[in-house]
């Protein structure tokens, strides 16, 4: 494998998502030569990989989408105010087609390992193809949610029927009329999945380790004319995205400007009758008005209590209600969760719910799932057991710093970074949306064009200034982290109770590290631009 000639570029991109897509764009403009690696057969990252039935998109498509053309913008019309994957994978071929991205990306090939030279100061990247990149810089635009985590259950290879992974849907759809299925997970993707595959299956039985604090999506049409208001205010509301604390404004939902989705009354200044009549007013919707939720227990408590009133009142049958209710962690510790008709799915007669809390599951067996409440029977099984977030798809990539070391050792005790941007002793190896940075917190789409621009910028003051390399100091590594942990202290999020995959809780021996930063993506945006104004404060930059 390593006996081909290497390919000698300026920089080697791994993937072809929403963020490689737009780094080869830059990189292009800036005059270098880059070459994109993809492990799928065309671009699109997370929407090309997943296309389970009811994937969707939880941020507003408006807001949801790139700002570097306006031309790209005022030419695109979203069709729903949260599209679908087959329209966010539409507008990722259409991306790839108008800037001709395709010609520098090579497709079905898997990076391998990415070794790093001390003498040469590059990078020398293999792939499962057999090719050998001879590159000054290694972009590493592997995703936050790109590697499929699939349970180690036992007996799993016994089940006879169709196996499929949400993260890993066939392209050309599953037909499951006449099929009993049983389904594994309820995150987002097995919460946006469940209630479009119970009006196709025969029965669907669904298997809930943790239930989740989910709130309906109120998703609809988008018509013309608030497209054409979107469309005439792109400029602001791109600049209020970059300066706010997600990187979303709401303006994507209709409501037209930032302080309407803001909340700011405290739930512990009211009564219980006025959280009563808030609930059966407003239904779950009565709990985002509420600003202490995220910033007390006690409040965050009562919000729960509110969200499984109003959960009661949905699901009709009472055990099944009980089953659905999350109890013991915190509301907003989780990545918040949206869906249609969840809740509502549980009143078909051919939905079952498995609460795992009543005896989890013992086996996977040739006919079904045994848990300790009994077997369950059918079909096919879908696993909607998410990934192994924000680390995954960068260790299960060989990558060696200085002296050979491993970034599997570096990260032994959970991820080390300096602004999510590099990691000290990788000189030249840059992530985008990297542990250590808003990313999964945030729009994905500003937190990349950030990066993306960061990076850009940072290779053409390298070339300008003919300089070999930059790594990140130990000392500003340090200090990074530091502040990375300090502010999500005290925060639902890091809360004792909370087993989120932001921590790594979701796979069996990963550290618990909270892996994104809090801080938000306008004051990072803020913080990022200092380090670059301070003559790149925290890097070295070598000659
Ligand atoms: P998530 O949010 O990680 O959800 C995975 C679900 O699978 C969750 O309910 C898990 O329960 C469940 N799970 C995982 N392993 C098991 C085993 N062994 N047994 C039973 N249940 C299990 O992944 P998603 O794909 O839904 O969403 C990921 C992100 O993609 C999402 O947040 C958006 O940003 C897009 P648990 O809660 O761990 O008890």
Same mark, same amino acid.
């Given at each position: 494998?390593?006996?081909?000639?290497?390919?000698?570029?300026?920089?080697?991109?791994?993937?072809?998502?929403?963020?490689?897509?737009?780094?080869?764009?830059?990189?292009?403009?800036?005059?270098?030569?880059?070459?994109?690696?993809?492990?799928?057969?065309?671009?699109?990252?997370?929407?090309?990989?997943?296309?389970?039935?009811?994937?969707?998109?939880?941020?507003?498509?408006?807001?949801?989408?790139?700002?570097?053309?306006?031309?790209?913008?005022?030419?695109?019309?979203?069709?729903?105010?949260?599209?679908?994957?087959?329209?966010?994978?539409?507008?990722?071929?259409?991306? *790839?087609?108008?800037?001709?991205?395709?010609?520098?990306?090579?497709?079905?090939?898997?990076?391998?390992?990415?070794?790093?030279?001390?003498?040469?100061?590059?990078?020398?990247?293999?792939?499962?193809?057999?090719?050998?990149?001879?590159?000054?810089?290694?972009?590493?635009?592997?995703?936050?949610?790109?590697?499929?985590?699939?349970?180690?259950?036992?007996?799993?290879?016994?089940?006879?029927? %169709?196996?499929?992974?949400?993260?890993?849907?066939?392209?050309?759809?599953?037909?499951?009329?006449?099929?009993?299925?049983?389904?594994?997970?309820?995150?987002?993707?097995?919460?946006?999945?469940?209630?479009?595959?119970?009006?196709? *299956?025969?029965?669907?039985?669904?298997?809930?380790?943790?239930?989740?604090?989910?709130?309906?999506?109120?998703?609809?049409?988008?018509?013309?004319?608030?497209?054409?208001?979107?469309?005439?205010?792109?400029?602001?509301?791109?600049?209020?995205?970059?300066?706010?604390?997600?990187?979303?404004?709401?303006?994507?939902?209709?409501?037209?400007?930032?302080?309407?989705?803001?909340?700011?009354?405290?739930?512990?200044?009211?009564?219980?009758?006025?959280?009563?009549? %808030?609930?059966?007013?407003?239904?779950?919707?009565?709990?985002?008005?509420?600003?202490?939720?995220?910033?007390?227990?006690?409040?965050?408590?009562?919000?729960?209590?509110?969200?499984?009133?109003?959960?009661?009142?949905?699901?009709?049958?009472?055990?099944?209600?009980?089953?659905?209710?999350?109890?013991?962690?915190?509301?907003?510790?989780?990545?918040?969760?949206?869906?249609?008709?969840?809740?509502?799915?549980?009143?078909?007669?051919?939905?079952?719910?498995?609460?795992?809390?009543?005896?989890?599951?013992?086996?996977?067996?040739?006919?079904?799932?045994?848990? *300790?409440?009994?077997?369950?029977?059918?079909?096919?099984?879908?696993?909607?057991?998410?990934?192994?977030?924000?680390?995954?798809?960068?260790?299960?990539?060989?990558? !060696?710093?200085?002296?050979? !070391?491993?970034?599997?050792?570096?990260?032994?005790?959970?991820?080390?970074?300096?602004?999510?941007?590099?990691?000290?002793?990788?000189?030249?190896?840059?992530?985008?949306?990297?542990?250590?940075?808003?990313?999964?917190?945030?729009?994905?789409?500003?937190?990349?064009?950030?990066?993306?621009?960061?990076?850009?910028?940072?290779?053409?003051?390298?070339?300008?200034?003919?300089?070999?390399?930059?790594?990140?100091?130990?000392?500003?590594?340090?200090?990074?982290?530091?502040?990375?942990?300090?502010?999500?202290?005290?925060?639902?999020?890091?809360?004792?109770?909370?087993?989120?995959?932001?921590?790594?809780?979701?796979?069996?021996?990963?550290?618990?590290?909270?892996?994104?930063?809090?801080?938000?993506?306008?004051?990072?945006?803020?913080?990022?631009?200092?380090?670059?104004?301070?003559?790149?404060?925290?890097?070295?930059?070598?000659?």
């Amino acid at each position: 494998m390593s006996e081909a000639t290497p390919k000698q570029i300026d920089v080697l991109v791994v993937g072809a998502g929403f963020a490689g897509m737009y780094m080869l764009h830059r990189l292009r403009a800036l005059g270098v030569s880059a070459q994109v690696v993809e492990a799928g057969s065309d671009v699109g990252g997370t929407w090309y990989w997943n296309r389970y039935p009811g994937a969707r998109c939880d941020v507003p498509s408006v807001e949801y989408s790139y700002s570097f053309s306006d031309e790209l913008q005022q030419d695109w019309d979203w069709s729903e105010v949260m599209a679908g994957q087959p329209e966010i994978l539409e507008y990722a071929n259409h991306v *790839a087609e108008r800037f001709d991205l395709r010609r520098d990306i090579k497709f079905d090939t898997r990076v391998t390992s990415a070794h790093y030279s001390e003498e040469q100061r590059r990078w020398t990247v293999t792939t499962d193809a057999g090719d050998v990149y001879d590159a000054h810089y290694c972009v590493m635009a592997t995703g936050c949610l790109s590697m499929p985590n699939t349970p180690d259950i036992e007996g799993a290879s016994d089940f006879e029927g %169709a196996v499929y992974h949400t993260g890993q849907w066939p392209h050309e759809g599953v037909d499951f009329s006449e099929v009993s299925v049983g389904i594994i997970g309820t995150g987002s993707s097995g919460i946006q999945a469940i209630p479009v595959i119970a009006e196709d *299956a025969k029965h669907l039985t669904v298997f809930q380790r943790t239930p989740n604090y989910t709130m309906p999506a109120h998703n609809r049409q988008m018509t013309d004319e608030f497209r054409a208001e979107a469309k005439a205010n792109y400029a602001t509301i791109r600049q209020q995205q970059r300066d706010s604390q997600a990187g979303i404004v709401g303006y994507g939902f209709g409501f037209g400007g930032a302080d309407l989705i803001m909340p700011s009354d405290h739930l512990l200044e009211t009564t219980a009758e006025e959280r009563a009549k %808030a609930v059966d007013e407003e239904g779950f919707g009565a709990i985002r008005r509420f600003i202490d939720i995220g910033l007390n227990p006690e409040a965050n408590e009562m919000a729960c209590d509110m969200y499984r009133t109003q959960l009661g009142r949905i699901v009709n049958d009472d055990a099944t209600a009980e089953g659905l209710k999350p109890r013991d962690y915190p509301i907003g510790c989780k990545r918040p969760v949206i869906d249609t008709d969840y809740y509502e799915t549980y009143n078909r007669d051919n939905v079952t719910l498995v609460d795992l809390r009543q005896g989890g599951i013992e086996r996977i067996t040739r006919t079904g799932v045994q848990t *300790a409440q009994g077997h369950f029977e059918f079909d096919a099984l879908v696993y909607a057991t998410g990934f192994d977030a924000m680390t995954g798809a960068l260790l299960n990539i060989d990558i !060696k710093g200085r002296d050979a !070391k491993p970034l599997g050792d570096v990260w032994e005790a959970g991820p080390r970074t300096y602004l999510g941007l590099q990691v000290a002793g990788f000189p030249n190896l840059f992530m985008i949306t990297g542990p250590g940075s808003p990313s999964v917190l945030s729009n994905m789409i500003v937190s990349i064009e950030q990066h993306v621009d960061w990076i850009t910028d940072c290779i053409a003051h390298m070339g300008d200034r003919q300089l070999q390399a930059i790594e990140a100091t130990p000392e500003a590594e340090d200090a990074w982290i530091h502040h990375v942990n300090d502010v999500a202290k005290g925060t639902m999020f890091t809360s004792p109770s909370c087993n989120s995959w932001y921590l790594g809780a979701n796979i069996p021996g990963k550290p618990r590290i909270f892996m994104p930063y809090v801080g938000g993506v306008g004051a990072y945006r803020k913080k990022c631009d200092e380090v670059v104004e301070n003559d790149y404060e925290g890097f070295e930059l070598t000659a």
